[in-house]
Nanobody
Framework: QVQLVESGGGLVQAGNSLRLSCAAS????????MGWFRRAPGKEREFVAS????????YYADSVKDRFTISREITKNTVHLQMNRLKPEDTAVYYC??????????WGQGTQVTVSS
């Protein structure tokens, strides 16, 4: 089972940017579709963005569309989430996840993103 390690979280002011990274241990990284999810305090986990195995297709939640960009570096077994124009409502723990089928099977431990107003 692939192991995922997120990094890049932190505390930023509204309007600024952060870049999250997720490193995968599996050398067959390119066989996984990858996604980012988040869980805000007191809320359910929600989908943020996903990217297909080859990186040719991306999907975003409406709340982050045009602000966030998901990308992957297959040679480095890494997926990124560039987050621009951050808002206080983006505050959450962000999780990276991997899928070989219809569901996400592997999850990272999460990284905290806090956006101050």
């Amino acid at each position: 089972q692939v192991q995922l390690v997120e990094s890049g979280g932190g505390l930023v002011q509204a309007g600024n940017s952060l870049r999250l990274s997720c490193a995968a241990s599996d050398p067959t990284f390119s066989s996984y579709a990858m996604g980012w999810f988040r869980r805000a305090p007191g809320k359910e986990r929600e989908f943020v963005a996903s990217i297909s195995r080859g990186g040719g297709s991306t999907y975003y939640a409406d709340s982050v569309k045009d602000r966030f960009t998901i990308s992957r570096e297959i040679t480095k077994n890494t997926v990124h989430l560039q987050m621009n124009r951050l808002k206080p409502e983006d505050t959450a723990v962000y999780y990276c996840a991997a899928s070989r089928g219809e569901s996400y099977d592997c999850w990272g431990q999460g990284t905290q993103v806090t956006v101050s107003s």
